[in-house]
T-cell receptor
Framework: NAGVTQTPKFRVLKTGQSMTLLCAQDMNHEYMYWYRQDPGMGLRLIHYSVGEGTTAKGEVPDGYNVSRLKKQNFLLGLESAAPSQTSVYFC???????????FGPGTRLLVL | QQQVKQSPQSLIVQKGGISIINCAYENTAFDYFPWYQQFPGKGPALLIAIRPDVSEKKEGRFTISFNKSAKQFSLHIMDSQPGDSATYFCAASMNSGYSTLTFGKGTMLLVSP
């Protein structure tokens, strides 16, 4: 039982490049979330999903897209990376809306 | 507009002391208040949570105190240990629609030996 896993752990991108971050959970959770964490800014919600095939915008969605084609996976895409997207990205999942969120180990992204 | 204000930003406490982290909110519709703990290089993990029907919840050395009229809640860590050194986030959510968690900006706690 791996919980929430994230791929990759670390990535360096050049401005304008694209990439996809993968989140997988094996707890059969309905809800999944993508956050970014920046120094002094706490955790900010980018996008979330309330079930397979659904996505919704969070607090800071601009520049990101997401997809939830399978219940266990939640993908975060950057179409044209910008230095402002340098951050640590966390994925989380929960069984129901207001239950414990289980976080992955994070992906550290550096955009040059 | 920040909906959950957390203070202090950082905190140094001696081993055995009491660590206190405070959070304040403005939205009276918030009715679920969890605290998450994050160790360096790891993802956050739920520490303890409270709903406003109680004024205090205790789990081991960790206690949440809740003041509904003041719209404030706080985390107390009794007998703080070096292993408690971490970043702590308070959060809040509403019981409506697909309400998600709104996090405070975090408090970096260092417990000195």
């Amino acid at each position: 039982n791996a919980g929430v896993t994230q791929t990759p752990k670390f990535r360096v991108l050049k401005t304008g490049q694209s990439m996809t971050l993968l989140c997988a959970q094996d707890m059969n959770h309905e809800y999944m979330y993508w956050y970014r964490q920046d120094p002094g800014m706490g955790l900010r919600l980018i996008h979330y999903s309330v079930g397979e095939g659904t996505t919704a915008k969070g607090e800071v969605p601009d520049g990101y897209n997401v997809s939830r084609l399978k219940k266990q996976n939640f993908l975060l895409g950057l179409e044209s990376a910008a230095p402002s997207q340098t951050s640590v990205y966390f994925c989380a999942s929960s069984r129901r809306r207001r239950e414990t969120q289980y976080f992955g180990p994070g992906t550290r992204l550096l955009v040059l | 507009q920040q909906q959950v204000k957390q203070s202090p930003q950082s905190l140094i406490v001696q081993k055995g002391g009491i660590s206190i982290i405070n959070c304040a909110y403005e939205n009276t519709a918030f009715d679920y208040f969890p605290w998450y703990q994050q160790f360096p290089g790891k993802g956050p993990a739920l520490l303890i949570a409270i709903r406003p029907d109680v004024s205090e919840k205790k789990e081991g050395r960790f206690t949440i105190s809740f003041n509904k009229s003041a719209k404030q809640f706080s985390l107390h860590i009794m007998d703080s240990q070096p292993g408690d050194s971490a970043t702590y986030f308070c959060a809040a959510s509403m019981n409506s629609g697909y309400s998600t968690l709104t996090f405070g900006k975090g408090t970096m706690l260092l417990v000195s030996p």
